[in-house]
C-alpha cells in the first residue's frame, strides 16, 4: 500500500475513533449522502459508520467524506401535492413585482422591491447601481 493510503488506513477506528479509509477504497456496502440520494435513500437518522479521508496539499487540513451503511438508509420522502402547491405559491410571490403586479420570469430582487423595469422607470435602479 503506498505511504498516503496507509496514512488514513484505520479500518479498526483506533487513531481517527471512526473506521477510516483511503479515497476509493472504502468496502462495499457504505455510500456517502450523496450516493445514497443518487440511489433514492437517505440515512434515516442514523449515525456514520465509517469516513473516507484523502490529502488536500501539504499546508492543507485532509478531506474527509462520511460514510452510512446501505442496508440501515431508508428511502427518500416525496413531497406531498399540498407542500408542491405551497412551494409553487411561495415562487409566484417571490417572481410578483409589488409596484405593477406583473409575475416575472425571475425573482424581484429584495435590494429593488420591485422589477427592473419599475426600477428603471421610478429611478432606484441607477441610485442602487451608483
Known sequence: MPRYMAR???PEGARYSLPTYPWQSA???LATRRQLRALGLCPGGREMVAQVMWGR????SAGVAYLYSIEHARPKRTATPAVLAAL???MTTRRTCGTCGTVRPYCI???LGECVDCAERSGTLSAVAA
Request: aromatic share 6%; glycine share 12%.
Open 27 to 29: 468496502p462495499e456496502g
Open 88 to 90: 409553487e405559491s411561495a
Open 109 to 111: 430582487p429584495r435590494s
Open 57 to 60: 496539499g501539504r499546508r492543507r
Open 8 to 10: 488514513y488506513s484505520d
